[in-house]
């Protein structure tokens, strides 16, 4: 079964709205999480690493202003796109290490946002 | 980390065996080769992964040169199910820790 889920699996706003993203580990703690993006017949792309209880780290060119991550619990990560525009519409994709268990990586099943 | 690279789509018959290849000829000697593949519209999921002797699970064997500067991902028996875009990566292991960077992979069509 799934380790790790997103909610919602899909989302549609309205350009200058905002929306957050849920990430879940399910059954374990995860200090650690990772934001990929998406667009369509393009490969992941990372974003930033979320650290349960401290700031996230983002990738270059990426802006930490208008992607807020929060990882706030260590089954609990989320992801506000702010003030949303129509360019930012892309399936995001969240993951987390289980370094107990093995060495890969677990991700959500993603979710797509549209931005109109 | 290493920059892997792979061909951009392959065919296969189903119920042959699907080979993978992927080059990564700067890989340095505490790098590990990772497998995830991702099937349309979903996560990725992870296969497989080694550091130099080959490897064999439930899903997938790799298999990794002496030299280290290519492997080829094999599934035995493809069936269309397996129809996904299949991504070689390399990093140093940090049980799994350490950040992905994904490229372009390998989209595999099994054809009935």
């Known amino acids: 079964g799934a380790v790790v889920s997103q909610h919602p699996s899909w989302v549609i706003c309205k350009s200058g709205t905002s929306v957050k993203i849920e990430c879940r580990s399910l059954d374990f703690q995860a200090t650690t999480m990772f934001w990929y993006r998406q667009f369509p017949k393009q490969s992941l792309m990372l974003m930033a690493t979320s650290n349960e209880g401290s700031k996230a780290t983002y990738e270059q060119g990426v802006e930490k202003d208008k992607f807020l991550i929060n990882h706030a619990s260590l089954t609990l990560s989320t992801l506000t796109v702010t003030s949303a525009h129509p360019e930012d519409s892309s399936f995001y994709i969240c993951s987390a290490p289980r370094p107990d268990i093995s060495d890969e990586q677990y991700f959500g099943p993603g979710t797509r946002l549209t931005v109109t | 980390d290493a920059k892997t690279t792979q061909p951009t789509s392959m065919d296969c018959a189903e119920g042959r065996a699907a080979n993978l290849p992927c080059n990564h000829s700067?890989?340095?000697?505490?790098?590990?080769v990772y497998w995830y593949r991702q099937i349309h519209s979903q996560g990725p999921q992870y296969i497989i992964h080694g550091l130099k002797n080959n490897e064999t699970n439930e899903m997938a064997s790799l298999i990794i040169t002496e030299d280290r500067k290519s492997s080829t991902l094999i599934l035995p028996h493809a069936t269309l199910r397996d129809t996904a875009v299949y991504y070689c990566m390399v990093q140093i292991s940090n049980f799994g820790n350490e950040k992905l960077t994904f490229g372009t992979g390998t989209r595999l069509t099994i054809i009935p």
């Open positions: 700067t890989i340095s000697g505490n790098e590990y």
